[in-house]
């Protein structure tokens, strides 16, 4: 049975809020057939420009009441500052509440809380704009971190790429974690990214701080974290003694070497157990445990369940 996904759009929406997501259920067709089948609505017929005044036309308008499986609401500076009636909020409730998932992507979050101002929800948006969303849905619990969030029925994503990681978790949903991970290898996604996982990434951090001396260390370690490697290894590949390194990483990721290279390894294991057939003793070796005992423990200190309970509960 196809689902049929209807994607809101205004004048001044982002273009990647659409056609990232949009692209990734479509792609799921050359494996499933007819598993999505996907409609631009609009405020009118006609022609919607994009936030750097490209122009396409939707296929149909709020006010046809279409029905469709999921309702995906884009982001983008028009929809951040979008003024509804309450004619348009209506049909857009409307549209929702006989939706099987509603979902937001970027600042698509504004026109979310507007249609649902009364409920409650964990929602995120993009960083910059999680305070304003905050002060506009006083009903809500606006998350910063999260690269999305469901609730009740209701995702919320922080937008751009993101948009692409929520598109791929409904489709794991629907069709599985196989069919999920080959649309992840035919639009070039390195991995499936979690929704827990942060917005601003520690190496992103250090990029935009004040010392950028760790930054071809991460990149290595972002490459090789399968490799047997120490800390003197890491002191090593950028020329700097170990307490040196140490006072570096405690500085620009509050962590030491060896708990940050655990971290990479543990979080690439744990999409590999959500997206590959692998037993969990293959995934130990896969991202650089000697051992499966020392690779358990690891995990739960992390996450706080043991690798062989989050495999059973993925959905």
């Given at each position: 049975m196809s689902r049929k996904?209807?994607?809101?759009?205004?004048?001044?929406?982002?273009?990647?809020?659409?056609?990232?997501?949009?692209?990734?259920?479509?792609?799921?067709?050359?494996?499933?057939?007819?598993?999505?089948?996907?409609?631009?609505?609009?405020?009118?017929?006609?022609?919607?420009?994009?936030?750097?005044?490209?122009?396409?036309?939707?296929?149909?308008?709020?006010?046809?009441?279409?029905?469709?499986?999921?309702?995906?609401?884009?982001?983008?500076?028009?929809?951040?500052?979008?003024?509804?009636?309450?004619?348009?909020?209506?049909?857009?409730?409307?549209?929702?509440?006989?939706?099987?998932?509603?979902?937001?992507?970027?600042?698509?979050?504004?026109?979310?809380?507007?249609?649902?101002?009364?409920?409650?929800?964990?929602?995120?948006?993009?960083?910059?704009?999680?305070?304003?969303?905050?002060?506009?849905?006083?009903?809500?619990?606006?998350?910063?971190?999260?690269?999305?969030?469901?609730?009740?029925?209701?995702?919320?994503?922080?937008?751009?790429?993101?948009?692409?990681?929520?598109?791929?978790?409904?489709?794991?949903?629907d069709h599985g974690n196989t069919i999920a991970a080959s649309v992840a290898k035919e639009l070039v996604v390195y991995l499936q990214r979690r929704g827990g996982q942060t917005q601003y990434s520690d190496l992103l951090q250090v990029q935009s701080g004040d010392s950028m001396r760790l930054n071809p260390l991460l990149e290595w370690l972002a490459q090789d974290y399968q490799k047997p490697i120490n800390v003197s290894d890491m002191a090593e590949r950028i020329s700097i003694s170990e307490r040196q390194l140490t006072r570096l990483f405690k500085r620009h990721l509050h962590s030491t070497p060896s708990q940050y290279l655990n971290q990479i390894r543990l979080n690439r294991a744990r999409d590999l157990i959500t997206c590959e057939s692998l037993s969990l003793e293959q995934v130990a070796l896969r991202v650089g445990f000697s051992s499966y005992d020392s690779f358990r423990r690891a995990f739960h200190l992390q996450f706080g369940v043991s690798p062989s309970y989050f495999s059973r509960n993925q959905a």
């Open positions: 996904i209807g994607f809101f759009i205004a004048d001044g929406f982002q273009a990647l809020d659409l056609f990232g997501p949009l692209d990734a259920f479509m792609e799921t067709n050359s494996f499933i057939s007819e598993a999505y089948s996907c409609y631009l609505l609009g405020l009118s017929s006609g022609v919607v420009e994009t936030a750097y005044g490209q122009s396409l036309s939707v296929d149909c308008d709020i006010f046809e009441l279409p029905q469709v499986d999921y309702l995906v609401i884009c982001g983008g500076v028009g929809m951040r500052q979008l003024e509804l009636n309450s004619k348009q909020l209506n049909a857009l409730r409307l549209i929702a509440e006989n939706a099987h998932r509603v979902m937001s992507i970027c600042t698509g979050a504004f026109i979310l809380a507007k249609i649902f101002p009364e409920q409650s929800h964990r929602v995120t948006t993009h960083w910059r704009h999680c305070r304003q969303l905050a002060q506009q849905a006083v009903n809500y619990q606006v998350e910063e971190d999260p690269l999305f969030i469901e609730s009740e029925g209701i995702w919320s994503s922080a937008g751009v790429l993101s948009g692409v990681d929520l598109a791929l978790e409904i489709i794991r949903r």
